[in-house]
T-cell receptor, first 110, second 113 residues
Framework: GIQVEQSPPDLILQEGANSTLRCNFS?????LQWFHQNPWGQLINLFY???GTKQNGRLSATTVATERYSLLYISSSQTTDSGVYFCAVERMNAGNMLTFGGGTRLMVKP | GAGVSQSPRYKVTKRGQDVALRCDPI?????LYWYRQALGQGPEFLTY????????KSGLPNDRFSAERPEGSISTLTIQRTEQRDSAMYRC???????????FGPGTRLTVT
């Protein structure tokens, strides 16, 4: 199956700092999504981004499908950004299930 | 409804009992997915449906696990003769169709004692 690797696995930031999270995947994909799992366990959709660049407030994401990676940028981080960020991909021609990476655990300190 | 809903939110059961977990997808969503998430890990695929047809059940761990979606809307994941290793968060997701953005419910936290 497809391999999805996220880095870094853990990240501690001071409030106001910027960060970049990376997702590498091993095969062609139809779909790529970024999620935030908050401390209450909810999985919140951040981006649906199989290719290109999108922005939503302080967050933006870029997927370079030909090079099999995606980046999630968090600017001016806030304590409410804490949690686990997951990248998930849907492998091309392999059904519609998502394969998740191991996540990046982010803690933002006040 | 506004989002994917799941019930119960928490379930504690004794080893050997059967459990049924329910998922109500976003209205109008054709595709429905079940995932299982162990503590500290990302969700892992179990099975999915388009309308009432089960398209892929390759992720179900063994024959104690089954799922149905008889009318193409609400789905039930059933685990028979539960074991302690079945303890996990069970998440449901739905999408307008395959190859579309998936939206997740709040999950059912299952604990087998």
């Amino acid at each position: 199956g497809i391999q999805v690797e996220q880095s870094p696995p853990d990240l501690i930031l001071q409030e106001g700092a910027n960060s970049t999270l990376r997702c590498n995947f091993s095969d062609s994909v139809n779909n790529l999504q970024w999620f935030h799992q908050n401390p209450w366990g909810q999985l919140i959709n951040l981006f649906y981004i199989p290719s290109g660049t999108k922005q939503n407030g302080r967050l933006s994401a870029t997927t370079v499908a030909t090079e099999r990676y995606s980046l999630l940028y968090i600017s001016s981080s806030q304590t409410t950004d804490s949690g686990v960020y997951f990248c998930a991909v849907e492998r091309m021609n392999a059904g519609n299930m998502l394969t998740f990476g191991g996540g990046t655990r982010l803690m933002v300190k006040p | 409804g506004a989002g994917v809903s799941q019930s119960p939110r928490y379930k504690v059961t004794k080893r050997g009992q059967d459990v049924a977990l329910r998922c109500d997808p976003i209205s109008g969503h054709v595709s429905l997915y079940w995932y299982r998430q162990a503590l500290g890990q990302g969700p892992e695929f179990l099975t999915y449906f388009n309308y009432e047809a089960q398209q892929d059940k390759s992720g179900l761990p063994n024959d104690r696990f089954s799922a149905e979606r008889p009318e193409g809307s609400i789905s039930t994941l059933t685990i028979q003769r539960t074991e302690q290793r079945d303890s996990a968060m069970y998440r449901c997701a739905s999408s307008l169709a395959g190859m579309n953005e998936q939206y997740f419910g709040p999950g059912t936290r299952l604990t087998v004692t």
